[in-house]
């Protein structure tokens, strides 16, 4: 691991995820409803929480194909500057299988994440690894 630890937000659709990394003792983890985050409660909706994860430089981890491609949620994407890795296996996973998927590759994750720096961008995450995506690609 590197020295440079970014903090990650994962949203609700990746709640799971969040919660076995934190259940492991990672601190680095947040999401809706954490107490670290107050502002962020359950339920809030993308453009809620987008400009408070943009503005704390959180990186967020999803599973939400959409958040990309819907017009209002794609303005604010690039308004806000959120930096993103979608988890997009072929086939669902239990939270489980995400965090190991994500930690096989975190060095990767995190390498991407100083190359690219500020927001917006987004990164594919599968078996293969990281790889950048388009904001508007579906």
Excluded: C
């Excluded at 994860?53 to 690039?78: K, M, N, Q, S």
Aim: proline residues 9%; positive net charge.
């Amino acid at each position: 691991m590197t020295p440079f630890s970014p903090v990650y937000f994962a949203d609700e659709n990746t709640l799971g995820l969040a919660k076995v990394l934190r259940h492991s003792g990672r601190s680095d983890f947040l999401s809706p409803g954490h107490p670290d985050l107050p502002e962020v409660p359950l339920g809030a909706l993308d453009l809620e929480w987008m400009p408070i994860i943009g503005a704390r430089g959180f990186v967020v981890v999803t599973r939400d194909r959409r958040i990309r491609t819907r017009p209002a949620e794609l303005a604010a994407y690039r308004e806000h500057g959120i930096r993103s890795v979608w988890i997009g296996a072929k086939r669902d996973m239990r939270p489980d299988e995400q965090a190991a998927l994500f930690l096989r590759h975190e060095e990767r994750i995190v390498r991407e994440i100083i190359k690219r720096g500020a927001g917006p961008w987004a990164l594919s995450l599968n078996v293969t690894g990281p790889r950048p995506m388009r904001l508007g690609e579906a």
